[in-house]
Nanobody, 130 residues
């Protein structure tokens, strides 16, 4: 059974940085596309970033481009989200998600939609004060 566990969230001030981690166990992490999503109270789940299994293709949501960086260390079965220049509007519960390879699509292109991901962590809270 695949398990994803996020960590690294917290309360910071505007302009600060945080690095979120997503530790995977129970599956073949190196074959998964990995994504980060976030959800603020009353809002829909928002795409933040995604990386292909090889790391060769990366996408970012428009609101985080230039400030956030997704990465992965397959040897450690861990994905990361480096968040710089944080803003109050970045406040949300952040989830990591894993998408195993599927025969029905191009596995070199990571998904931007939550329905494309099979595995989810429990989330880590990020709160940015102004």
């Amino acid at each position: 059974q695949v398990r994803l566990v996020e960590s690294g969230g917290g309360l910071v001030q505007a302009g600060d940085s945080l690095r979120l981690s997503c530790a995977a166990s129970g599956g073949s992490f190196s074959t998964y596309a990995m994504g980060w999503f976030r959800q603020a109270p009353g809002n829909v789940r928002e795409f933040v970033a995604a990386m292909s299994w090889s790391g060769g293709m990366i996408f970012y949501g428009d609101s985080v481009k230039g400030r956030f960086t997704i990465s992965r260390d397959n040897a450690k079965n861990t994905a990361y989200l480096q968040m710089n220049s944080l803003k109050p509007e970045d406040t949300a519960l952040y989830y990591c998600a894993g998408d195993p390879p599927k025969t029905s699509r191009d596995n070199d292109v990571p998904g931007k939609w939550s329905y494309e991901y099979d595995y989810w962590g429990q989330g880590t809270q990020v709160t940015v004060s102004s």
